[in-house]
């Protein structure tokens, strides 16, 4: 039985439930396990308006998050935004979670104007790549991405 999904954007209050899944998350990436440094992440960007985190629920219990950071198309004139993190806990998935957080993010972005949203995912994440492409998201062939790391990222 799939459960009762409740997605909703997320407060500071949120924060116990949602620091559990940030972990999780950047577990899934390989980073070891720190839910205290998790934790101060999520605060700081709560604190300084940095970032807009939605939380989904299945009956009543942490099941997913996305969090989107602001940004601005220059030559579009517009605003944009990152989807930089989506998480569904591995026992909630394949339930609709990823798929209603992503439309939460993009009626939010619709709402404020913005002219994209973008994410990336790895080329290997073929699950994920086939659920974008079912929600109308569009792999770019215009351009390339190039990283410049500066700190131990």
Do not use: K
């Not at 605060?43 to 219990?61: C, I, K, M, N, P």
């Not at 989807?83 to 394949?94: E, G, H, I, T």
């Not at 439309?103 to 073929?126: F, H, M, Q, V």
Request: glycine share 8%; net charge neutral.
């Amino acid at each position: 039985m799939a459960g009762t999904t409740r997605l909703r954007q997320a407060t500071l209050e949120n924060l116990d439930a949602l620091a559990p899944l940030f972990d999780a998350y950047r577990q899934f990436y390989g980073r070891p396990g720190d839910l205290e440094a998790a934790r101060a992440f999520l605060l700081a960007r709560f604190e300084h308006g940095e970032s807009t985190v939605f939380l989904a629920e299945v009956d009543g219990e942490p099941a997913g998050f996305a969090q989107i950071y602001p940004g601005f198309s220059s030559v579009g004139l517009a605003r944009t935004f990152l989807l930089n993190d989506l998480f569904v806990a591995p026992d909630r998935r394949r339930r609709g979670v990823a798929s209603g957080l992503l439309r939460a993010a993009e009626a939010y972005a619709r709402r404020l104007g913005a002219a994209r949203l973008t994410l990336s995912t790895a080329l290997d994440n073929t699950a994920a790549q086939t659920l974008y492409a079912s929600l109308g998201w569009q792999r770019d062939t215009q351009f390339y991405v190039y990283h410049l790391a500066l700190a131990g990222a």
